[in-house]
């Protein structure tokens, strides 16, 4: 049995139509899928990603208009980052990011990496990363009129960040159990505190694959806070119903609690949580967004699963209409 990487990162967001603005208008992703949370079908599910929302690229939204905002802690998620082929390409982010209002910190450099990082609409902190060792310089000189191929954020997902009261412990459920390869242990460079440590496993495969965590003493940084501006949770690959099961039946030996198989209709998936109650999911690799609409026409529809459709007039109603900017377009 193989992870394969991550599959996708769900947050919750205030406002579907200022989340697509950014996503689709600012970052220029193609907005690939809407439709509702299938737990709470009166709320949307916004799906964000490469030209087919790909494993590893795609970005998720509830709608979570009433709920207040979140907090980070141990148990949640830091940020999570997204990959650019070059530092030329990073440096025409950051000049387009700031010329559009954002403020953006960076580029740092670590372990290889350089990077910029920066918050969206409700505040979830994003960060565009390259390998590109020849990065350099801190700003681009001319203004950005289009996201050209250089600044393509079609390799999805670089790493997502979360926050461990125990690293060892953490290590034991990715290393051990799920088959993560540790590759680095060092320092947390975003983190003010420099005694703060940080490991990072690695999938042998796949699009998106690292994850990484801080350490941080639950009774000084608190517990994570669900809500607004939040990660819900993160999934990574595994490639088809029968590993999937597989998986389930590893997870439920190692006495550790797993949801049953559930039908998302774009992919199946499980739950379990890690150590410190942080919800992940395993997540199929299809059938894909394409099973309901044309490639050519991803996101343009309300789309439900079948055992929703007979409350598709109940359902629209409930929802506000959102528009979809061109992309790469501020509306």
């Known amino acids: ?24 208008g600012v970052l220029g992703l193609r907005f690939v899928k809407r439709t509702v949370n299938f737990d709470d079908p009166t709320t949307y599910h916004l799906y964000f990603g490469d030209e087919l929302g790909n494993p590893g690229t795609a970005v998720t939204f509830f709608e979570w208009g009433r709920m207040p905002h979140g907090h980070p802690g141990v148990g949640g998620t830091h940020h999570f980052a997204l990959g650019v082929k070059s530092g030329a390409g ?102 003010p505190d420099p005694e703060t440590r940080q490991w990072v496993w690695q999938a042998e495969v796949g699009q998106g694959r690292q994850i990484r965590y801080f350490e941080k003493d639950p009774h000084k940084s608190g517990r994570a806070r669900i809500g607004v501006g939040q990660t819900h949770h993160f999934a990574f690959v595994v490639p088809d119903d029968d590993s999937q099961r597989q998986w389930r039946d590893r997870l439920l030996r190692a006495g550790i609690p797993v949801s049953p198989v559930m039908d998302r209709m774009y992919f199946k998936s499980i739950y379990t949580r890690d150590p410190d109650g942080h919800v992940m999911e395993l997540a199929t690799a299809g059938p894909g967004f394409a099973v309901d609409e044309d490639p050519a026409h991803l996101g343009e529809d309300l789309k439900l699963p079948p055992w929703l459709e007979a409350d598709r007039p109940m359902i629209a109603s409930a929802l506000r209409s959102v528009t979809i900017p061109s992309q790469g377009q501020i509306r």
């Open 1 to 24: 049995m193989t992870v394969l990487g991550l599959h996708h990162i769900t947050l919750g967001c205030s406002d579907a139509q200022k989340t697509i603005d950014f996503y689709v």
């Open 90 to 191: 990073m440096l025409r982010w950051k000049r387009r990011l700031t010329d559009n209002g954002l403020t953006v910190d960076g580029p740092a450099k670590y372990d290889g990496l350089s990077e910029i990082c920066f918050r969206d609409p409700d505040g979830v902190i994003l960060k565009i990363v390259t390998e590109d060792a020849s990065a350099s310089g801190d700003v681009w000189s001319e203004p950005i009129t289009e996201i050209d191929a250089e600044m393509a954020l079609d390799q999805g997902m670089h790493h997502v960040t979360a926050i461990s009261s125990n690293l060892e412990r953490t290590n034991a459920f990715y290393s051990d159990l799920l088959g993560l390869k540790r590759i680095s242990e060092g320092s947390a460079p975003d983190d």
